[in-house]
Each structure stands twice: as C-alpha cells, then as structure tokens.
C-alpha cells in the first residue's frame, strides 16, 4: 500500500492499483468494458530518441524488405510465388503502424500495395489471403496467418478510414463462423486463437452484431486452454523437446488471454491470470530483462538461454493488451523493462540484422555445431538477416510503433493514462475538447519526465500517472497558466509499489507536470546467487569489446558474427548493503542512437575481478559461478552499459567475497 509522505491538493491519490471492476451485470449480452481504451493509431506519435528508433528501422530491414526478400518481395499475400503464409501479414502488422507514426509517404506507399491487393483478392466466400501457400508446406486455408493480417488491418482501419477494411473483416469472420463447426482450429491457429479474437472484439464493438461473441466464445472453446495452463504450470524444467505449449512465442502470445476471457467473462479470476501468467513464467524461466527463456522451448533460468525475438515484441503486445482490461500499473513497469532492455537488444544498432535469440550472458555470437539450445540451430545467436528461421525478421517491426502507440490510453473515468513513458506527443480529445500532451524526456536515460498539457478550453479531467514500482521516492511539480491550484512546488513521494497518481484540476491553457524518479543504482538477486545492476526501468550489462565478423550476405543485410575483444569473466566487488560506495554512474544527454554500445548516454562504473575457471561451453557462457566467489586477479575497474546497447554482455555477474 501506499505511504503518503504528503498530500498534493489538486492530487488525488489512489492506494489500490485496479481500477474498480464494473459489474458484468451491466452489459449481460456484451463485452465487458475496457478500463483503459487504446487510442486510434496515429494519435500518439513518438518524438525524441524514440521516433529516431522508429526512423532506424525504417531505414533498415522494415523499409527494405519488400526489396529484396523473397518472402515479402514474392509473397503469395500479393499474388507472388513464395511463402504465403504468416510472414507477409506478420511484415504489415509492423509496418502500417511504422508507416502512419512516421507519416512516411514512401511506407505508407507500401502498405497500400500490400492492402490493396488483399482487399481487391478476397474470395467469394469471405476467406481472405492465399488459399494455400505457394511452398505447399502449410495446410490450406490456416487460419493462423489470417489473425495477423487482421491486426495489420484493423491499424490501417485506424490510421486511413478505409471504408473496405469492415465490410472485408466482416465477411471473413463470418467465412471462419460458418466453418469452424465443421474444419475445427488446428495447429498454430488452436494455440493463437486469442489474437483472432481481439479482432472479432473490434469489430463487435463497431458493429454491436452477436455472431461476433459467438464466434468469439467458440475459438475460446476450441482453443488451447491458457487459463489452466497458466494455473499450474505443466513445464517447470528445460523442456528437452519441440511442442506446441511450451513454445516460447505461443506463450508469450498467450499472456494476453486473460484479458480476453475476462472480457467475456467478467470474472476477476480470469483477469488475475495475467498476473499469475507472468509471476509463473518468471518463476521458472525468468530472465533478467523480463522476457523468459525459450530456444525455443522453455528453457529454464540460467542466463545462457536463449529467448526469440518473435517473443520479445509478442510479449510486449500481450502487455499493451492485458493493461486495457485489467489497468495494474505493474503491466505498465514490465512494458517498459522489456521494450527499454529485450527489445533493442537483438538488433544490429543499425537495424539491418536481429538475432534469432538474445542472452543475458552473451559473451560471443557465432556459429556453433555445440550449443546450449534445446531445438534451436548453430546460427541462432548470430546477428544476421534469417539466421536460424526468417519468422523473427518478419516479425520483429510490431514493437518499437506499437509500443508509441500505446504509451497513453484513454481511461474509463473519462481522463488519460500514462502506461508507459517516452518522448512522445498525444493529440485527441476529451469531453469534446482538443487536448495535446507532450512528454519531453530522454526517458529512461534521464529521470526527469516533462509533461505539458494544452486544452482548446478548460476542462475538467484526471490524468493517471504511472509511478513505477523501482520508484521508490521522486517529486512531482504542476505549474499551470490555468486554475491548477497549488502550482509550482516540487512535492516528494515515497511509495513501495507501482501505482498510478492522478491529477484531476480544471485544465487550462497550457499546464506543466514535472515528474522526477530517484534512480539509485539497485542490485537484483539471479541464478545461481549472481546479481544484475539496476538503474531504473534500465539493466546494465558488461561493455564488451566487440569484433562484427561478416560472414555470409551482402551489406547492409548481411549476417555477422561478434566475437568478443575483451574479457566478460568478471565478479562484481559490491557489498550489496553500501551498493552506492561501490557504482558511479555516469550520464550525459541523448545524442545519436542510445541502443549503439559507442553512443549509449549511461553508464556505469564498477570494480571486479575476472574468475579464470568462469569460461565458455558450448560457445555460450558457463553458468555463474555460485556466490559468493573468491579470486586473486587484479581488481579493475568495469564499465557497465544498458543491456539493450551492449550487442555483447554479461548481466548477471557472479558477486566477490566481501573482504
Ligand atoms: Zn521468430
């Protein structure tokens, strides 16, 4: 709970962390309401260090492939010969948001192609894309792919107004009605069901007809069942073989089910699972930048596991779901800590190659016949074009825009919410008024958020704000050329969870709210009794020197291996009682690419020794040695850069004796 240190008098504050339930009873035939509304793409715009990260990959892999690679460039979703399957719609979902948050004639040109082609090829019948992929590997009319295009439609809905996309989605969800009595969910389809139904709940929302839950309820029934899965956790160890239920993307797809039962439901317990979800996963597959293992399959705790990329930016999206229908602020904290740390972390700075998976402890990235993977292949860590599998290079755009997208949400009291924070400006309005906000922040490289809100006329509305849960104390400031009573002094909190604040003062003119989090270095405890080093929403890594070895392809899209010019073998020489004698940390303001290891704007130093026996096996870090360790290696000095820069690291170093 909360522990006010003061009261703020235009600050209301809100000890519990939900947002009250409103009853089922209320709409017994429909869904259950949202608490926080996704805005219309296009609304939030990214700014700053942000919208650059959108601009690098739209000058990299997400702007280009349909230039070069076959499965985009011939795909069967535009009447080509090669896979028509998920890549082409997975391409899409990324790009109409990068496309329409960038405002970029040249990508939107390309998403059109795209759409048009689709909407002008639908069958007689509903179904819509290629009835079997050119490759003939998948099984006719899958549903699975379809899901996707449908996200990538409904966001070019949103941003274009194009009066096709209803009328189509309409005929295909009756198309999927009418046969899914008969032909069944199968395969992926039956483990992805819930992201089909997201669109069905757009659509009903637009269209109010019932078929529409119908429909929605029987994929339910047909589907994997996530609830019970999530409920007692059936795979508790590294799973040593290929399926369906442990895979690490179904999963993290997954997290956002209990979401969309609760919204059929109304039950409480269907919405607790997504805390449930999340506490499991890291219980047992847990890794330090929130994602959890999966190579590709669960894959356990220690730091050497890998984890897809298709399940970094999915899990992401399944937070920006979860947090509409069931508001607790912690969503809000584990969006940020993957999308500042997992999220950049497996792309190449300039964003013309990924990883197939990223490693806590990735000292070297190359080819290797010995690995430490369950099913995935000697290429997996290699920042490459489609090393390993090509699903994650289609698939990797969704999350950098979809995360600006969904940085504010329109609550149910009728105000805003901040659910994440990052440069950005929001324009919409609020109780028919035109409301902009701006966030001026380097956000999470700073700890000072700025926040100026401008109403067309005064207006009355709450503002929630996301205090994260690191943020143990900070200040809060609100100046206002309006009727913002008790303007200007710089109030302090100190709070032990993630919780939001709201404001609500009559807004007027232009208004200023100044939040500043305290980011005292923090030490977490890991595998083996190893610690990871904390400043804010942000991990550090170990600033390893890197060798980018070209090893196949043409440049820029070529695949590389990184080899490491430094030594990673260090214990940290820290007594986590006094951490902040032993860290100095550095800052200076966001200049280039924050995620480049040359131009990342923190850093922090520390003292270590390097731990011979601490080596490389299967050409992946051995486990940390378990703390506390001793060695007689000189002590130097470390430099500790954020994990998602370092294209090389250690993250959970093992912890000296203390003398
Ligand atoms: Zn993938």
Redesign the pocket.
Known sequence: MYRSAFFLTVVTLLAASVVGFRPSSDSPSGLQPLKFRPLPLGSVKPAGWLKDQLRIQADGLSGHLDEFWPDIKDSGWIGGKAEGWERAPYWLDGLVPLAYLLDDPGLKAKVQRYMDYALTHQAEDGWLGPEKSATGKYKARDPWPVFVMLKALTQYQEATADPRVVPAITKYLKCLHGQINERPLFDWNRMRWQDGVLTAYWLYEKTGESWLLDLARKMKEQGYDWQAHFRDLPHKQKVQKWEHESHV?NNAMAIKTPAVCFRLSGSPADAEMGRRAIETLDAYHGQVSGIFSGDENFAGRMPSQGT????VVEYLFSLETLIQAIADPAFGDRLEQIAFNALPAPFKPDMWARQ?VQQANQPVAKVSKERVYTTNGEKANLFGLETN?G??TA?MHQGWPKFASHLWMQTADGGLAAVAYAPSKLSTTVKGVPVSIEVITDYPFSNQIIIRVETGKPVVFPLHLRIPGWAKSGTLRVTGSGDVRGGGDAKKWVADTARFQILDPEWSGRNQVVLTFDMPVRAEKRYNNAVALWRGPLAFSLKIGEDWKKIAGEEPHADWEVLPTTPWNYALAIDEKRLAEAVTVETKAVAGNPFNPSETPVSIKVTGRRIPQWDVEKNAAAAPPPSPVSSAEPLETLTLIPYGAAKLRITEFPVLKVQ
């Open positions: 993307v897809e990329t298709c399940a197939y599998y699903c994650c698939n």
